[in-house]
């Protein structure tokens, strides 16, 4: 499962308590998300530890290298030691809304690549992100997967892939990461739709496409709950058809 941190550490119980149901469900890892900025840096290493420390369950705090300095990245592995961390999902994250073109453009890590060396050297377990449906800022499918390649070749263990629903852009996308000698796991992440609003906002935000045949459902649904009950219906038959191809696990995106 991934988990996003609460705006207000006030909110910090809400999100224990759904960590303990999901606890039940007996996860392989729970991963953590972590702000473009680094703002909540802290809140990600507070949920990760709790998760690893308090659940007993493997944690993976995610961290992006858009806004990170020497200092602050130094800073920030010697956090998520203190806290018990082992695992980490290296990105590079968008461009933080208070940060210009100009220092995004002179940014000191330019690609997570740049960071997985130095988590590896301190002792994590490296994830990189990839996008079977390619990435917006990339000009074709092929150089998309030269820098995951590159993501591979500088010691990320796994790579984690951006949401989807048509489970074939992921067997495609799996085939040609083997044909460039990509050998790593790749799993596959997975965000059932929960609300109405999420027919339309999820593959706009995702720059995903939906399959005709969701497309088609998704036009039906006038309330949240037909939405859920798609979104719960298509999931499964994703997971199944996950499953049944041999995916090494499956990651659920568990945001609203
Ligand atoms: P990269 O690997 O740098 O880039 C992705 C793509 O951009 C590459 O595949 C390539 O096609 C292209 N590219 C990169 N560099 C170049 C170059 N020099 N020239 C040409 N093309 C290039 N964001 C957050 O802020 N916090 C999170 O916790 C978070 N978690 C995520 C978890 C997963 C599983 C995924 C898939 C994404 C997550 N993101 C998160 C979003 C991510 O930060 C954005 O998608 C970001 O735009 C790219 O990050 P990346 O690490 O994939 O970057």
Not at 39 to 56: P, Q, R
Not at 137 to 164: C, H, I, M
Not at 211 to 222: I, S, W
């Amino acid at each position: 499962f991934e988990v996003f941190p609460p705006k207000k550490w006030e909110d910090f119980p809400g999100l224990y308590e759904t960590l303990d149901e999901l606890k039940g469900l007996h996860p392989e890892f729970i991963s953590c998300t972590y702000g473009a900025g680094g703002s909540n840096s802290k809140k990600t290493a507070e949920i990760a530890s709790h998760i690893e420390n308090e659940l007993g369950i493997r944690s993976i705090a995610h961290l992006t290298c858009a806004a990170l300095t020497e200092d602050k990245l130094l800073s920030t592995i010697e956090n998520f030691k203190n806290a018990g961390i082992h695992s980490v999902l290296a990105l590079r994250g968008d461009k933080p809304f208070d940060m210009s073109e100009e220092d995004f453009a002179n940014r000191q890590y330019k690609h997570p690549s740049e960071i997985i060396p130095i988590l590896k050297k301190a002792g994590f377990r490296v994830a990189a992100a990839c996008y079977p449906e390619k990435h917006e800022e990339s000009p074709n499918a092929e150089q998309d997967l030269l820098w995951l390649k590159r993501k591979v070749e500088t010691g990320a263990d796994y790579a984690v892939t951006q949401l989807f629903y048509d489970n074939n852009r992921y067997f495609s996308f799996v085939k040609r990461a083997r044909e460039a000698g990509i050998t790593v796991p790749i799993i596959p992440g997975i965000k059932p739709f929960s609300k109405l609003s999420q027919l339309t906002m999820v593959p706009k935000t995702f720059k995903v496409d939906l399959p005709d045949e969701l497309a088609r459902e998704a036009l039906k649904c006038k309330t949240d709950e037909e939405a859920r009950a798609l979104g719960t219906e298509w999931c499964i038959h994703q997971c199944r058809e996950l499953m049944a191809g041999g995916v090494p696990s499956l990651h659920f995106s568990t945001g609203g």
